[in-house]
C-alpha cells in the first residue's frame, strides 16, 4: 500500500514537472534548461516547483504512517525547501525590481531545485 501511494506520488510529481517544463516551452517558443532561462523564466519555474514540492512534503507529513526511508527523505525534502525559501525570495524579488540576479544567485537557485528534485525520484 505504502509501495503503491510511493509510486503514485512519484507519478504526480514527473506530471507537474513535465506540465511546468512544457508549458515553459511553449512560452519560449523551444526547450530551455533552466540553466539557459531568463531570469523571469527561472523565477516562474523555481516558484511553481517549490510551491509544488512544499504542498507534497504537507501531504506526505499528514498522511502519517511513515516508513522510517520516507521519514528520512522527507526531512531531506523540508531541510533542502527550508535552504530553498530565501535564495528563491531573493532571487524572486530581484526580478520583480527588474534587477539582474548574479550568476551566483542563479546557480544556487538551480543548485537547490536540482537537490530538491534528485531527492524526490530517489
Given at each position: 500500500m505504502?509501495?503503491?501511494?510511493?509510486?503514485?506520488?512519484?507519478?504526480?510529481?514527473?506530471?507537474?514537472?513535465?506540465?511546468?517544463?512544457?508549458?515553459g516551452?511553449?512560452?519560449t517558443?523551444?526547450?530551455?534548461?533552466?540553466?539557459?532561462?531568463?531570469?523571469?523564466?527561472?523565477?516562474?519555474?523555481?516558484?511553481?516547483?517549490?510551491?509544488?514540492?512544499?504542498?507534497?512534503?504537507?501531504?506526505?507529513?499528514?498522511?502519517?504512517?511513515?516508513?522510517k526511508?520516507?521519514?528520512?527523505?522527507?526531512?531531506?525534502?523540508?531541510?533542502?525547501?527550508?535552504?530553498?525559501?530565501?535564495?528563491?525570495?531573493?532571487?524572486?524579488?530581484?526580478?520583480?525590481?527588474?534587477?539582474?540576479?548574479?550568476?551566483?544567485?542563479?546557480?544556487?537557485?538551480?543548485?537547490?531545485?536540482?537537490?530538491l528534485?534528485?531527492?524526490?525520484?530517489?
Open positions: 505504502k509501495k503503491q501511494h510511493r509510486i503514485t506520488s512519484l507519478l504526480a510529481v514527473l506530471i507537474i514537472l513535465m506540465v511546468v517544463f512544457f508549458t516551452c511553449a512560452s517558443g523551444g526547450v530551455q534548461s533552466p540553466a539557459k532561462m531568463t531570469p523571469m523564466q527561472l523565477s516562474t519555474w523555481a516558484n511553481n516547483i517549490y510551491i509544488y514540492q512544499f504542498d507534497s512534503y504537507v501531504a506526505e507529513v499528514r498522511a502519517g504512517s511513515l516508513t526511508d520516507q521519514v528520512k527523505i522527507l526531512n531531506i525534502k523540508k531541510k533542502i525547501l527550508i535552504e530553498l525559501k530565501p535564495a528563491l525570495r531573493l532571487y524572486s524579488l530581484y526580478v520583480d525590481e527588474g534587477k539582474a540576479p548574479t550568476a551566483d544567485m542563479h546557480l544556487e537557485l538551480i543548485s537547490l531545485i536540482d537537490r528534485l534528485l531527492e524526490v525520484i530517489k
